[in-house]
């Protein structure tokens, strides 16, 4: 195994990509979203290998006969590596690889290998480091090049530097250095990642009173073109899955005097690695305290649908399951049959249809977001001076006035006005607000 494994990059890999389904799970998955996770991390698809399975063979996941049927492929193709678009256990794959002779992948690791690849912050790059380990502890095998650097000085050679006092006990394995090595790094990233958070939280804190939005949704579906079309952001866009792995967090001015946060966050997808949730807990941390969750799922990909169940799920696992969310169905332009997006619209009849790209729908985004900013219209009665006009000023241009009366130098307004705009009517420090109705 250790042979197959010294990286587990991909790029510019010739991959065979494997699919096993059990039979009474139904139709087999066509690899599609398997295909562009392979893609995207660099690999070069030149076969598929999908097959029905009556129960996991617990020692190649696909039985000794079909394993040996995709070693005839892998010598066929001339691939290096085999992605299997299952979670396997370390014992599965050290037995598909000893079979194939090339290195084995599962869809955990491919995904965190492209997850490396995108971290360009110290944050991100911590984040998926833990990631990494965590995941990988149970599969060591003396195949991690960072785990130099952990031990210190010792010697030029990987077991120099493995070697040293207190290392080189009598009968001790190299596997049991090398997971004391790793438990030593986690506890190492896990403490620099939580000074990461509290200052994240901070940072977070320090924003009450203003109104957050965050951008959720599977990876690819235009969350960060909408940041930059809203908000003039720049943030680096390409087609491609998890092109972008940090929070941004830009200004919008949905309407006048209506300034909200909008943050773009780390793209989803379904069977998410649970390290990667776990370690993105900071990057996540806007979702969790956003006041309105804008949810973009993109029309033109024929498995929405699933797409937003596993978007649902990952919410549900980080804490905003009951969070407020507005339905954004993106990609309008881009739907090759009307048939689907109007089935969307029919299942989703709150939802709001854009095109990002060409700007199509972004008033009535606009709008939508605007009526969750005011929240509910409640009726209120202000008291303040005649001589500062800023209360009837803010009421006039967000609100309704009712009523107004005048006595002995002060003014007494009732008014209807979105409950979610009261903290900003209070920041003007009128003498009284009294909530009369709503």
């Not at 790094?185 to 957050?212: H, P, S, V, W, Y």
Request: charged content about 25%.
């Amino acid at each position: 195994m250790e042979k197959f494994r010294q990286t587990l990059k991909v790029r510019k890999e010739r991959a065979i990509l494997v699919g096993a389904v059990l039979r009474a799970a139904g139709d087999s998955d066509d690899l599609a979203e398997l295909t562009a996770l392979a893609e995207s991390a660099g690999a070069i698809v030149v076969d598929k290998f999908q097959q029905k399975i009556r129960t996991i063979n617990p020692t190649t996941y696909i039985g000794k006969g079909k394993a040996e049927m995709l070693d005839a492929r892998v010598r066929r193709f001339k691939a290096d590596v085999v992605i299997f678009d299952n979670d396997l256990s370390p014992r599965q794959i050290r037995e598909l690889e000893e079979i194939v002779n090339v290195k084995v992948l599962d869809r955990s690791e491919l995904i965190l290998d492209i997850f490396a690849s995108r971290a360009k912050t110290k944050q991100a790059k911590l984040q998926v480091e833990l990631a990494q380990l965590e995941y990988t502890y149970p599969r060591l095998t003396r195949m991690w090049s960072h785990l130099d650097a952990v031990a210190g000085a010792g010697g030029g050679t990987a077991a120099g530097a493995v070697g040293g006092i207190g290392t080189r006990g009598t009968g001790e394995q190299q596997l049991e250095i090398d997971r004391r090595l790793v438990n030593k790094k986690i506890t190492q990233l896990k403490r620099e990642l939580a000074n990461i958070d509290k200052r994240m939280i901070r940072e977070i804190d320090g924003r009450r009173g203003l109104f957050k939005i965050c951008l959720i949704g599977y990876t690819n579906t235009g969350k960060s073109t909408l940041l930059n079309t809203l908000t003039d952001a720049d943030v680096f866009v390409e087609d491609r899955l998890f092109a972008t792995l940090d929070t941004r967090t830009r200004r919008w001015m949905v309407d006048r005097g209506a300034e909200v946060l909008l943050s773009d966050t780390v793209g989803f997808i379904k069977n998410l690695p649970h390290q990667l949730i776990a370690s993105f807990k900071a990057t996540l941390e806007e979702a969790v305290n956003a006041d309105l969750l804008v949810h973009i799922v993109d029309v033109s990909n024929p498995d929405a649908i699933n797409q937003i169940e596993s978007v649902n799920s990952v919410l549900a696992e980080i804490g905003c399951g009951e969070s407020p969310v507005l339905l954004v169905l993106n990609k309008v332009d881009a739907v090759r049959k009307v048939t689907e997006l109007e089935m969307l619209q029919t299942l989703f009849s709150k939802a709001v249809c854009i095109s990002a790209k060409t700007g199509y729908g972004l008033e009535q985004l606009s709008e939508a977001v605007l009526a969750r900013y005011k929240g509910a219209v409640v009726l209120l009665r202000v008291s303040s001076s005649q001589s500062d006009g800023r209360v009837q000023s803010f009421l006039r241009a967000y609100g309704q006035i009712v009523e107004e009366q005048y006595r002995d130098g002060n003014v007494l307004i009732e008014a209807a006005l979105g409950r979610n705009q009261i903290p900003s009517l209070k920041r003007l420090h009128p003498a009284s607000i009294e909530i009369i109705e709503g």
